[in-house]
Structures are given as C-alpha cells and as structure tokens.
C-alpha cells in the first residue's frame, strides 16, 4: 500500500487518534503488509503474541473457544480497526483466535518495531 494512502489508514484507527501526523508516518514505516485468503487463521487463541494488526482492508472474525470445538463470533473487524495490542504491553497468550473473512490485507505492528518507533519518536 503507499505511503499516503496507509497514512490514512492510521488516521482512522481511534488508538492512534492523538498522534501528529509526521510521527503517523514514522509509524507507517515499521508496517509489515500481510495479505490472507478467506478462511485463512492469523492466529489462534492460547497462542504468543507480540505484535499488533490494522485491518487495511477485508474482515477479520475474532472468535473465542466455547466448550468442545464450537466457538462463539465476538466480533467482526473492518478496515480501520485493529486488534492484538495485548501483545504488544504483555507477554501473554491470545485470548482469542482471529479468522480473516474474504481477501484480507492488514499491516502488523511488532513489539520490536513499536520499541524501535517509540524510541525515535519520544514525547
């Protein structure tokens, strides 16, 4: 995705409301693009986190296991939302499982990375 158009993106997400929008674009630079067929997991509850995502476009379903193999739909993510950021403040397994729903493409946010802007962009 291009720069102006994942800097809107961030724009949209009411997490990264407050931030200006140069440090915005820093943030862009440290995304990973990931891109998933319908169906396809991204992960799953009870598994290690340490990054967070953006929908950039598609569905992403987060569900949680109930008792046997049925599980319940928590809900249904759209562009502009995120999720996982959990993971980036502890180091605790996912507490749910997330699904994409039709061709999704979502930028990832490692812990690493985060560390990374957030010391180049202090204050």
């Known amino acids: 995705m291009e720069p102006v158009k994942k800097l809107a993106l961030l724009k949209s997400v009411p997490l990264l409301k407050q931030i200006p929008e140069r ?15 319908d169906g396809a997991v ?55 499982s997330a699904t994409a729903s039709g061709p999704t493409s979502l930028f990832l946010l490692g812990r690493q990375d985060m560390n990374l802007w957030l010391k180049s962009n202090p204050g």
């Open 23 to 37: 440090k915005l674009e820093k943030l862009g630079e440290f995304l990973k693009n990931l891109d998933f067929k």
């Open 42 to 96: 991204i992960f799953k509850e009870g598994s290690k986190g340490d990054c967070l995502y953006f929908v950039g476009q598609g569905h992403v379903r987060i569900s949680k296991r109930l008792s046997g193999s049925q599980e319940k739909d928590l809900s249904l993510l759209e562009p502009g939302d995120c999720f996982g950021e959990m993971a980036l403040i502890e180091d605790v397994a996912r507490s749910a």
